[in-house]
C-alpha cells in the first residue's frame, strides 16, 4: 500500500515555529550573557513575540486545517492568538525588575514563558483531542517549572509542587475522557467526534456523561473553577508575582479558547448533559470565590479567589451555548486579560528588597504616596466588578445578556449578587490605600518597561469600556466558525 | 453654535476645576457654577439633545421635557445652596465627590434612554459614597454596605434593561409595563434607591454617619432621581401606591422611636418619598403633579431640616436627642431657621409643604382611594409630631444639659438661610412652583376648606403633644428594624461559629459579618493547603455526579458479560494475591514494605498477562514495575528518614469512604463501557494486515517498529532525554548547597537556613 506523508501546509504554524526557534536561541545564548545583561534575553524575546505577531499577518483571513485535521487557522484561532501573544509580552514587562529583585533574572525564566506562550497559541488552533492534549501540556509543563522559578524559597517550591501533583492529575482526568470520547467515537477529531454524535442517539449514553463529567472536571482545574480550585489560591500565592499573573490572565484564557472548541465544535450535540454539570460549578465557583475573597489579607491570595470567580461568569457564556454567550466569553477575556494583569502589577510595585508587598496591609497610604497608581487600581477594581465605563463592564453586559436570552435567569441573578459581593474586597484595597496612613516612603519598584505595560493595561481597560465597538466585531467575526 | 449645554456637565467640569483653585476663586467656583447650570436650564426649548448612536442603539443624553426640566431645576438649586453651607469644608474631596454625585443626578434626570441612565446611576453610587465616607472612620463599613447594596440594584437595573431591550429592541426610556421579569427588575433596581422596605435598610445606616455637609446631598438627590424615574417608567402603577403608604406610615413610625437626631431625619426621607411614590402610583395628572411638586418641596426643607442638625451636631458634637437639649439660648438662629423646615415638612399654611403635599392627598382622594387618604393624613400627623414637636422639643428646648454651643460659622447659617427662604417664597407665591409641573396646575391650595383642615390637624396633634409629652421623652435606644429579612438567613452562619451561642439578634450589618464568618470558614478548614484535601474534592465531584446522573437517567447494568467468563482456578489464586497485595500496602506501617508489596501487585498483574497467554506484554510489565519500584525507594533515600503518623481517626474514615467510592464508581464505569456499544476498534486491522504489510508475525512488535515506527523513535528520544535531565539534577544536587540537604535530611527545612546557604554561596562568589 502506498501511503505518502500527509499534506502538511507549514505555514499554519508559522507563528509557533517562530517562537520555538527564539526560545531554543534563549536556552543557548544564556549562559554567555553576563548576568548584569540578562535584561537583553528579555528584550529578545520581546522581539521574537512581536516578530511572530507580525508572521500572523500571512495567516490573516485564511482557512487552514492541516496536520490531518489536527490544526485549524481561522480567525478564532487568530484573535487568541493575538491575545496570547500580548499576554505574554506584557508579562515579560512586567518582570524585569521583579525577577531582578528575586535573584531569578535568568533567562530560562524568558524562554519557559515563550513555551508556554507556544503551548497556549496551538490550543485554539486545536481541532483534534490529540493537539489539544499535547498543547495544553506544554503550556502546563513550562507553567509548573516557571512556579518553581524562586527556587531559594520554600513558599515557590511548595507551590510548584502543588501545582504540578494535582496538575498532572487533572491532565490525567482529561486524558480518560479523551480516552472514552474516542471508545465511543472511534475519532479524536472534533468534527468527527460531532458528526458521530450527531448520526446516533447517545443523549443518555453512560460512556458520553462519563466522558463529559471528566472533560469538565479536567478543564474546570485549568480555569480555577470550584471544586477543582484548591491549588488556585496556594498557587498563586507561592509563585513569583509576573507568573501568578500569567497563571491568571494566559492559562485561564487558553484554556477557555480550547473548552469552547471541544464542548461547542466536538460536544454541541449532548449540550443538554454538559450545561447541567457546568451551571452547578459556575454557580458555586462564582460564589466560593467572591465570598471566601472578602476575608483574604495576602492581596495574592484574595486575587486568585477574584480569579476563580471570574472563571465562574465566563462558564454562564458557555453555559448559555449561543452566539451571544460566546461572543461575551470572548469580549470578557480580553478585558479580563488587561485588568487582572493590572491588579497583579499593583502587587509587583510593592515588592522590593527586604518587602515582599503581598499583604494588604503594604498597601497602607498609597494614595498619599503614589496618588497615581492608586487612582489605576481604582479603575482595574471597577473594571473587575463590572463597573462603566471600564472593558469589565461591556464583558459582564454581554455575558448577562447571553444568560437571558439562553433563559438562564438565575444564573445571570446569583451573578449581579456575587458582583455586589466583590465590590467588598476590591475597596477594602481601595480603603487601605486611601483610608490609612502611610508606614514609609513605599519607594515603588518602577521600571520603564513596567511603566508603559501599566499604561497599556490602564489604557485598554478605558478604552474598551468607552468604545468597545472593535473588540466586539472582532470576537463576533470569530466566533462565525461555531455556526 | 452650542446646541445644548447638559447641566451634568457643567458639574463635572466643576469638579475637574477644584483641584486647582483656592480661596475665594473656589468659592465663586462651587457656588456659581451650579447657579449657572441652573440658569442655563432656562435657556434651550424642549427636545432631544446629545443623541448618539452606540452599538445600534439610540443613546440620548439630553431629554429636555417639563418632567426633567424640574427636577434639574431643583437639583441645581439645591446644588448651590448646598455648596453655600460647605463652603467652609477644607477637604476638597468632598466637593468633588459631591459634585459628580450632582452631575450624576442630573444625567440621571435627563437620560432619555436606559444605557445611558445606567451609567448615571453607577456614578452616582460610587460618587455618592465619598460622601458617606468622609464622616470619619466609623463610616467606613455604613459606606461599604451602602455602595454593596446600591450596586446590587444597579446590576438589577442592569438586567432588567438587557431584558426589556431583549423583548422590546428598543432602550428608549419611556413608560415601563411593570409586568414580565424586565419590567420589575428595573422596578426593583429603581425601589432600592427610593428606599422602599424592605430595601430600604441602606439609608438609615449610612445616611447618619455621613459628613455633615455630605448628608445633605445624599438626602436631596439619590431618592428624588429614584421618584423621577418612578414617575417617567412606571406613573400609575397600582402596586407602587400601597408601597408609597407603606413607605411613609413606615418611616414615620420608625422616626418616632429613634433617638439619633439624624437618623430620625433619614427615616423621615422614607416617608416623605413614600408621599411621592403613592401620588406616582395613583397616576392622575393631578397625583403626579403633587408627587414632582413634594419632592421639589421636599428637597429643599430636608436639606433645611439636615443643615439644622448637621449644625448642632458640628457645633456640639453630639448625635443623640438624650445628650442635647436647652440649644435654643445658644442658638438660636438654627432653632428659627430649623423650626421653618419643620414647619414645612409638616404643612403649616404659608410654607412650602403646605402647597405640595395636600396635592397628593388630594389626587388620592379625586382618585377614589378613600383608605390611600386616610393613611396618608395619619403619616402627616406623625411627621409632625416627630419632626416638628419632638425633635425641636429634645434639642432646642427641653431640659437645658449645660452645652456650650454658638451658632454656626456664618456660610452655613447662610445656607440654611438661603434654603429657609425658598421655602416661605414657595409657600407664599405656589404659583412659582406650580408652572413648573409637568401637567397644567388646577389647583389652588389656600381655600378655606384645606386651612380648616390643616389646622385642625396640627391643633389636634400638638393637643396630644403637650398631653403625653412625657411619654415622648426620647429614649437612649436602639431601634431595631424590619431588618430580620437579611438576618433569618445569616442566623445559622452565627451557630456554625459557636453551636453554644445559639441564635443572636442580628441585623442589616450582621448579614455581611455573617458572610465574613462563612468565607473565614471555609478558607481555614476546606482551603487548608493540603493536597490530599484538595485531590479528594476532586475525585469526590467526580464520583458523585456520576452516581446522580446515573439516577437521574436510570442507567442500568447487565451483568451478562460478567456472569460469562469462566475463571480457572489459578487466575482466581492470582486475584486472591492482587488483592491481598493491594490491602497490605494500604495497611503497612514502614514505608518500604508497602512500596515493595506495591510492587508484588504489580508483578502479579503482570503474572496474570502470562496466564493469559501475553508474556511479552509481561515481561515489559515485570521490567517497568522493577524500575518503579527502585525509583520510589531511591525518592526515599532522599526524602527525611521518619515518617510521623499524623492522620486521625475521622480523616481516616473520610479517607476509608473516598477510595471505597472511587473503586465502587470505576468498577461501574468500566461494566457501562463493556456494554455499551463502541465503535469497531482497530485491532482487526493490525491483525490482519501485519503480515501482509510489514512481514512479521508478533503483531505488537510490528506495530511498535513498524506500524507506529516514528512513535517509538520519539519515545526512545524523549526517554533520553529524561533520563539525561534526571542525572544532570542527580549530579548537580551533590555538587553544592549542602546545607539544603542536610536540612531537607533532617526535615527541618527552614528559610532562615536557605536564606542562610544562599548569603554564603553570593559572598563566595
Known sequence: ?483 | MIEWIHPALVFFATAALVPFVKGKGKSILLIGFPALAFFSLMLFPDGNYGVFTIGGFEVVFGRVDKLSRVFAYVFTLMGSVGMVYALHVKQKGQHIAALIYGGGALGSIFAGDLLSLFVFWEIMAFSSVFLVWYGGEKSWANGLRYLMVHTFGGLCLLGGIVIFAGQTGSIAFNAIPASGLGGWLILIGFLINAGAPPLHAWLPDAYPVGSITGTIFLSSFTTKTAVYVLARGFAGTEVLMWVGVIMALYGVVYAMLENNIRKLLAYHIISQVGFMVAGIGVGTELAINGAVAHAFAHILYKALLMMGMGSVIFMTGKRKGTELGGLYRTMPLTFGLFMVGGFSISGVPFLSGFISKSMVISGAAAAHYPFVVLLLTLAAAGTFLSTTLKLPYAVFMGEDKGIKAADPPGNMLLGMGLAAFICILLGVMPNLLYQLLPFPVDYHPYTAEHLLGSFQLLLATLLGFTLFLYKLHPENTISVDTDWVYRKGVVWFQQLKNPLQGIKVLRYKDFLQGLTLFSRQVSQRIQSGYLKHALVMIISFVMLSTLLFSLFKGWTLSLDSLMQTDLTLSQLLVFVLIISSTLATVLFKSRIAAVLSLGMTGFFVAFFYVLMGAPDLALTQYLVEAVSVILILLAFYYLPAYFEEKTAPASKMTDIAVSLLVGIVMTFYMLMVMDSHLTKSIASYYLEMSEKLAGGRNVVNVVIVDFRGFDTMFEIAVFSIAALGIFGMLKLNKKKAPIQREAALNGSLKREQIEEAVQREVTSK
Open chain 1, 1 to 483: 500500500m502506498e501511503t505518502a506523508l500527509p499534506n502538511i501546509q507549514l505555514i499554519a504554524i508559522l507563528p509557533e515555529m517562530i517562537l520555538a526557534l527564539v526560545a531554543c536561541a534563549l536556552f543557548v545564548a544564556e549562559p554567555f550573557v553576563p548576568l548584569e545583561k540578562k535584561e537583553s534575553l528579555g528584550y529578545f524575546s520581546i522581539g521574537g513575540l512581536l516578530l511572530s505577531g507580525f508572521s500572523l499577518v500571512f495567516l490573516w483571513g485564511k482557512e487552514i486545517s492541516t496536520f490531518n485535521g489536527m490544526i485549524a487557522i481561522d480567525f478564532y484561532a487568530i484573535f487568541f492568538k493575538m491575545v496570547f501573544l500580548s499576554i505574554s509580552i506584557l508579562i515579560i514587562m512586567m518582570s524585569f525588575r521583579y525577577i531582578e529583585i528575586q535573584h531569578i533574572n535568568l533567562g530560562e525564566y524568558y524562554g519557559l514563558i515563550l513555551f508556554a506562550t507556544i503551548g497556549m497559541m496551538f490550543l485554539p488552533s486545536a481541532t483534534d483531542l490529540l493537539s489539544f492534549y499535547l498543547s495544553l501540556e506544554l503550556m502546563s509543563m513550562s507553567l509548573y517549572v516557571l512556579t518553581a522559578f524562586m527556587r531559594k524559597d520554600p513558599r515557590s517550591i511548595e507551590a510548584g509542587i502543588k501545582y504540578f501533583l494535582t496538575g498532572v492529575f487533572a491532565s490525567g482526568v482529561i486524558l480518560y475522557g479523551i480516552a472514552f470520547l474516542y471508545g465511543l467515537t472511534g475519532t479524536t477529531n472534533l468534527t468527527g467526534i460531532h458528526e458521530q454524535l450527531a448520526g446516533q442517539d447517545l443523549s443518555s449514553s453512560p460512556t458520553l456523561i462519563i466522558a463529559v463529567i471528566l472533560m469538565v472536571t479536567g478543564f474546570g482545574f485549568k480555569i480555577a473553577a470550584v471544586p477543582f480550585h484548591m491549588w488556585a489560591p496556594d498557587v498563586y500565592e507561592g509563585a513569583p508575582t509576573p507568573i501568578t499573573a500569567f497563571l491568571s490572565a494566559g492559562s485561564k484564557a487558553a484554556a477557555f479558547s480550547v473548552m469552547l472548541r471541544v464542548f461547542i465544535t466536538g460536544l454541541e450535540g449532548s449540550h443538554d448533559t454538559w450545561w447541567q454539570i457546568l451551571w452547578l460549578v459556575s454557580v458555586l465557583t462564582m460564589t466560593l470565590g467572591n465570598v471566601v475573597a472578602m476575608v483574604q489579607t495576602n492581596i495574592k491570595r484574595l486575587l486568585a479567589y477574584s480569579s476563580i470567580a471570574h472563571a465562574g461568569y465566563l462558564m454562564i457564556g458557555l453555559i448559555a451555548g449561543n452566539n451571544v454567550g460566546l461572543t461575551a466569553i470572548l469580549v470578557y477575556l480580553v478585558g479580563y486579560v488587561f485588568m487582572t494583569l493590572g491588579a497583579f502589577t499593583l502587587v509587583i510595585l510593592i515588592c522590593r528588597k527586604g518587602v515582599r508587598g503581598d499583604q494588604i496591609s503594604d498597601l497602607r497610604g498609597l494614595a498619599r504616596t503614589h496618588p497615581l497608581v492608586a487612582a489605576t487600581f481604582i479603575l482595574f477594581a471597577l473594571s473587575l466588578i463590572g463597573i462603566p465605563p471600564t472593558a469589565g463592564f461591556v464583558g459582564k453586559l454581554y455575558l448577562f445578556n447571553a444568560a437571558i436570552q439562553g433563559g438562564f435567569y438565575w444564573l445571570a441573578i446569583i451573578a449581579i449578587l456575587n458582583s455586589a459581593i466583590s465590590l467588598y474586597y476590591y475597596f477594602n484595597i481601595v480603603k487601605v490605600m486611601y483610608m490609612d496612613e502611610p508606614l514609609d516612603a513605599m519607594p515603588l519598584s518602577f521600571s520603564p518597561a513596567l511603566k508603559v505595560a501599566l499604561s497599556i493595561m490602564a489604557f485598554v481597560t478605558l478604552f474598551l469600556g468607552l468604545y468597545p465597538e472593535p473588540i466586539i466585531r472582532g470576537a463576533i467575526s470569530s466566533v462565525k466558525i461555531f455556526l
